[in-house]
C-alpha cells in the first residue's frame, strides 16, 4: 500500500492510461451490443452537430474574422443624422475638404484616420474608350491603415500623396484577370485614366478588395490629380480604450465648431452617429445570422435530448449489470465514468460524421448567398477556430446526454435493482420521469423551431407572390455611364444627354421585338430617388417624404400602370421642359386627401439642390393621377406616394432606359450597345439587367433564410419523432407484464392501443403548450426579419403544433400495434 501511495508519476499516468483504455473497449462492446440505439444516437446528434458547424462557420467567417484588416475590431465610420426631421437629406455619410481635414486633424480619440471616396474611370487602350468597375479615391496613408500589401508590386505611400507625385494606381486581382487576363506585363504599364496617364504600381492578393473597391488611387491636394473635394466617407482606428460614446462626443465637439464657420454643411440640429466599420460590412445579414444560431442551438437541444432519452433507457435496460457490478465493489466514479465514456464515443463518432456532412453543406449554404451580402474578403470555410468550437461542442453534449443517466444509474438503490420483482419500476420511476421530461422537451422546442421555419416561409411567400401593380415579366434596362458629359458646362451637357436620349428612345422603339421604351433614373421596383415635398399653403410638422422618377413619356407604358385621372406627359411637355408631374394614387390620397389633385403645384425640394441639374425653386403642376405600384419598404412592398417629371428638366449624370420586350434582353442588348457606339463612342453601358432577375437576385437574401430555418425545422421535427417513437416502445417493452395481465383479464386490443397513445398524447400535449408559451415569446426576436405577417400568426402558430402532434401521434402507433399484438402468455412469463 504504501509503494502504491508512493507510486511515481509516471506510473500513475500508466495506471489512468490503462483505466481509460478498458474504459474504451468496455464502450466500444456495449455500443456495438445495442447496435439500433447506438446508430440512432450517432445520427440524431451528426444532424445536430452538422447543423451547429454550419452556422458556427458563418458566424465566425462573417461577424468575428470578415475581413483581414489590420486592428479592423477598432475601425469606425460615422455618419452626421438630422434630427430635425424636415428639410433637406436625413443623413450624410460624405464628408467635404474642410470637413475631412477637421476630423483628421482636431479629433482626440483616433489613432489614425483615412477618407476614400468611389469613383469610375475610364481608360483609353489605343482602340476605343472602356470604363473600369468601381474603384476609389483613397488618402496615401490608406493602405498603410488598412495593414495591406500587393501581390505585387508595391502600395500607396504616402509619397504618392504628395503635390507633383508622379500619377499611380493599384488594381485589384480580380480586375486584373477578368479585364486583362492576368497578363504578367501588366505591372508598370502607364494607363490613360480619365485622360491622365497613370502607372500601376502593384497587383493586390486574390480575394482581397478593400473598401469594397477594384482599383485605387491615391488622393492629393494638387487640383489636377484625383481630390476628394466631391465628398469622401471617413474611418478612423479608436485608440486602446476607447468607445464609440468618447467618438461621438469627440466628432460632434468638432462638427459643431463646423457649423458655426460653415452653417451651409449642416442642418439646424444634427448628431454625429459612429458604427464599427465590421457592423457595415454585412449589415441585415447579422440579424440572419443570430436568427439561425438560435435555431441550430434549438435543434441541438432536441438531438441532446433524444440522444440522452436513448442512453437512459439503455442505461435503465442494465440496471441489473449495474448493480452486480457495484455490489461486487466496482466504485460508483468507475460506473459513472464507464457510462460517460460511451456518451463520449457516440459523441466522437458523430462529430466527425456532422462535420464531414457540414463541409459539404457549408458549399451549398455559400453558393445561396446572395452577391454583395458579404464582402469579397470574408471567406466562410471550416478552420481551426471553427473545429475547436465543434470539438469543445462534442464535449458538452457529451456530458449533457451522458450525465444524467450516469447519474441516475449509480445513485439508485441497490436492492430493488437486484430483484427480479422490480421490472418496470423504472418505467415508474425517476428515470421514466425523466424520460418524459426530455420527451416533452424535444416536442417544445421541435414547435419552436418549426414556428420559426413557418414565419419565414409565410413571409417569403408574401414577399414573392404580392401583386407589385405591374408584370416585372419581359422588361429589360440598362444605364449609361456618360461621364465625358461631366466635363461640360450644364447647359450644354443637359442639351447633350437630352439630345442622345430622345435619339436612343426612338432606335430602341423601332427595334424588332421591343414594344415600348422609356427613360428613367432609376428601374423600379427596388430603386427610388426621394424628395422632401413643399405645397403652398401646406404647413407640416412632420417629413413629407415623396419618391420620385424623372421619366420619360413612355415610363407608364412600359410598366403597363394605367391612368385614372388627367392625362400623362406628352412630347411636347418633354420636348419644353415643362414643369408638370403626374402623381400616384397614394401621393394624392396622402397629400390632398379631399380634393381633387389635378392642378396644384407641388415642389421637391431636392431639385434645389446644385449637384442634380434641376430647376431651382420650382413648383410642378399636377396634371394625372396613375395606379399605385409597389417599391421596396422595410422588407416589404409598399405604396408610397409618388411623382414623376420629364426628364428634360435636369442632367442627372447617369440615366437608366427600359424597354418591354418579347424577345431575348440579351440580343437586343447587343443591338443597343452597337447602337451606342455609332451615337456616341465615349457613352458607354454602365450596367444592364433584367427587372424580373434583379427581383430573383432580391428574393435570394431571404430565400437563404427560408431554405435554413426550414431545413432545420425539418431535422428537428425528424428527430422529435424518433424521440417519442424511442421513448414510447420502450414504454411498451417495460410495461409488457402489465399489458399481458390487461389482456388476459379481458382487455381488447384496441384498449391496449388506446392506453399507449394515450399516454404518448398526455407527452405531445404538454410538449406542444410549453412550445407554443415558447414561440410567443421568442417570435418578437424574428420581427425585423419577417414582413406582410404577424410574429404571432394564428396560422403558423396552429400548422406547426400540428405538424407535431400528427407526426408524433404516428410515432406513437407502431409501439401501440406491438404492444396489443403482444401474447398473454408470453407477457405473463416476461418477468
Known sequence: MLQDAKASPQSRFAILLDGFRHDFAYAS???????????????ALALGICASTVVFSFVYNAIFQPVPYKDFQRSVVFKIHNLTNRGGWKEREYFFAPEVRAFREQNHVFEEMIAYAHRRDYYNDGKFVRYLPIGAVVTANAFDYLGVKPQFGRGITLEDGKPGAPPV??????????????????????????????????????????????????????????????????????RPGASLQAA??????????????????????????????????????????????????????????????????????????????????????????????????????????????????????????????????????????????????????????????????????????????????????????LRNALAVSQVAFSITLLVGAGLFMRSFFVLTRVDLGFNPKNIFYFRLDPTMYARRDYPERKALQNALTRRLLEDL???????SASESVEQPPLNYEWSDTIIPGRPHAERWETRFEICSEDYFRVLGVPLMRGRLFSEDDLTAARLVMVVNQAFAHQYFPNENP????????????????????????????????????????????EAFIPYSIQAFSWRTFMARTSLDANLILRVVSDKLSQIDPSVRIQASGTVEHELQDYYRGPKFELVTLSAFGSVGLLLVILGVASVMAYSVSQRTHEIGVRMAIGAQPSNIVRLVLLRGLRLVG????????????????????????????????????CAVVIATTAACVFPARRAASVDPLVALRHQ
Not at 29 to 43: E, M, P, Q
Not at 184 to 213: C, Q, S, Y
Not at 251 to 272: M, N, S, T, V, Y
Not at 340 to 345: G, N
Request: with cysteine; proline share 6%; net charge positive.
Open 169 to 238: 494606381f493599384v488594381m485589384s486581382y480580380r480586375l486584373w484577370q477578368s479585364e486583362f487576363g492576368g497578363d504578367p506585363n501588366l505591372l508598370g504599364k502607364v494607363f490613360t485614366l480619365d485622360d491622365r496617364p497613370t502607372t500601376l504600381i502593384g497587383i493586390m492578393p486574390k480575394h482581397l478588395e478593400p473598401l469594397a473597391a477594384s482599383y485605387w488611387v491615391p488622393a492629393t491636394v494638387d487640383a489636377r490629380e484625383p481630390s476628394l473635394n466631391g465628398g469622401a466617407s471617413l474611418m478612423g482606428r479608436l
Open 29 to 43: 462492446r456495449s455500443l456495438r451490443t445495442d447496435l439500433h440505439r447506438s446508430v440512432i444516437a450517432i445520427l
Open 248 to 433: 461621438s462626443a469627440d466628432l460632434d465637439g468638432i462638427a459643431h465648431r463646423l457649423q458655426e464657420i460653415a452653417a451651409g454643411f449642416f442642418p439646424e440640429k444634427f448628431a454625429i452617429i459612429p458604427r464599427y466599420f465590421v457592423d457595415t460590412l454585412i449589415g441585415n445579414f447579422k440579424s440572419t445570422l443570430y436568427a439561425l444560431l438560435g435555431a441550430v442551438l434549438l435543434l441541438l437541444l432536441i438531438a441532446c435530448s433524444n440522444v440522452a432519452n436513448l442512453l437512459l433507457a439503455r442505461a435503465t435496460t442494465r440496471e441489473l449489470e449495474i448493480a452486480m457490478r457495484a455490489v461486487m465493489g466496482a466504485p460508483r466514479g468507475r460506473l459513472v465514468r464507464q457510462l460517460l465514456m460511451e456518451s463520449l464515443l457516440l459523441a466522437v463518432m458523430a462529430s466527425a460524421a456532422g462535420c464531414g456532412l457540414a463541409f459539404f453543406m457549408v458549399k451549398v449554404l455559400v453558393a445561396m448567398i446572395p452577391v454583395g451580402t458579404l464582402p469579397s474578403e470574408t471567406v466562410v470555410r471550416l478552420n481551426a477556430p471553427v473545429l475547436l468550437l465543434s470539438l469543445g461542442a462534442t464535449i458538452l453534449t457529451a456530458l449533457l446526454c451522458g450525465l444524467a443517466p450516469a447519474l441516475h444509474v449509480v445513485h439508485s438503490d441497490l436492492q430493488p435493482q437486484l430483484s427480479v420483482s422490480s421490472k418496470g419500476a423504472g418505467e415508474r420511476g425517476r428515470s421514466g420521469r
Open 509 to 515: 422603339r423601332a427595334l424588332p421585338g421591343v414594344e
Open 598 to 641: 389635378l392642378g396644384q403645384r407641388v415642389k421637391l425640394e431636392v431639385l434645389d439642390r446644385p449637384f442634380l441639374g434641376g430647376p431651382r425653386d420650382a413648383y410642378f403642376e399636377v396634371v394625372g393621377v396613375v395606379r399605385n405600384y409597389k417599391t421596396r419598404g422595410d422588407n416589404s412592398w409598399q405604396d408610397f406616394p
Open 766 to 801: 404538454v410538449g406542444t403548450g410549453l412550445g407554443l408559451a415558447a414561440s410567443f415569446a421568442l417570435a418578437r426576436f424574428f420581427a425585423s426579419q419577417i414582413s406582410g405577417v404577424p410574429i404571432n400568426d394564428p396560422w403558423t402558430l396552429s400548422t406547426a403544433a
